[in-house]
């Protein structure tokens, strides 16, 4: 990753996505004419009932490509909680390391000082 990461665009989307917590829910219900697999939902609890923000195509659950789906949609999830942590947590660093630019220099300003003082007290 070679350019830097843009916080404003991340902190747009995740203000705009539906509030959190997200959940990775089996939706399966049975029915004649879809009874061919499972449907992963990601979902928010609102007012005592879930409503579903995102699925995944009906998989039954020992084709091969259930455990990733459940494990794709868990991290999609997941990313509702996790997006603003990672966020708060650049912004942490980002922090710190201007504090910690700042510091040092400063601490050249004083070594400067130091070393002219230096000069100055051989020359006398």
């Known amino acids: 990753m070679n350019k830097p990461i843009n916080l404003v665009e991340i902190k747009r989307r ?3 996505a539906t509030k959190g917590p997200w959940f990775c829910v089996d939706a ?3 029915n004649d004419e879809y009874d061919n697999g499972e449907l992963l939902c990601i979902s928010i609890y609102e007012d005592d009932h879930a409503d579903a923000i995102a699925w995944s195509d009906r ?23 996790d997006i603003p942590a990672l966020i708060a947590e650049v912004e942490r660093l980002r922090n710190e390391i201007d504090y910690l630019k700042r510091s040092m220099k400063i601490e050249e300003m004083v070594l400067d000082v130091a070393n002219q003082n230096i000069k100055r007290l051989k020359l006398d």
Do not use: G, L
Request: aromatic letters at 10%; zero cysteines.
């Open 59 to 81: 998989i039954a659950p020992n084709d091969k490509q259930y455990q990733s789906t459940v494990a794709d949609m868990d991290f999609i999830a997941n990313a509702r909680e």
């Open 14 to 16: 995740e203000s705009a």
């Open 28 to 30: 399966y219900t049975p």
